[in-house]
Nanobody, 129 residues
């Protein structure tokens, strides 16, 4: 069991930056595919960026590649999403999610993240033009 708590959302103007944080508690000794999903009103949930906490490649959605960076601070059981050059279309509720995975295994969202077992409560990001 893993509990996830996000923070860092807010309102910014276009081309601004935000950093989201996700603190994990519970069984943090195992490795996970862990990352960020987002859902805008009227749209399907989509995977934004995902990392294997045991190492390996990182997944980024095409719409955020080059602007967003996912990273982890293992000692603090914290996952980050640095979001730069924000656009109004990045406006959404952002969720942290995790599913168990062997270390080094490639992680992808597998659609809307239905394979992800653990979810945070979400943090709102609003980007104005």
């Amino acid at each position: 069991q893993v509990q996830l708590v996000e923070s860092g959302g807010g309102s910014v103007q276009a081309v601004g930056s935000l950093r989201l944080s996700c603190v994990a508690s519970g069984d943090t000794s195992s490795t996970y595919c862990m990352g960020w999903f987002r859902q805008a009103p009227g749209k399907e949930r989509e995977g934004v960026a995902i990392i294997n906490t045991g190492g390996g490649s990182r997944y980024y959605a095409g719409s955020v590649r080059g602007r967003f960076t996912i990273s982890q601070y293992i000692a603090k059981n914290t996952l980050y999403l640095q979001m730069n050059s924000l656009k109004p279309e990045d406006t959404a509720m952002y969720y942290c999610a995790a599913r168990p995975s062997p270390p080094g295994r490639d992680c992808n969202p597998a659609g809307d993240g239905f394979l992800f077992r653990y979810w945070g409560q979400g943090t709102q990001v609003t980007v104005s033009s």
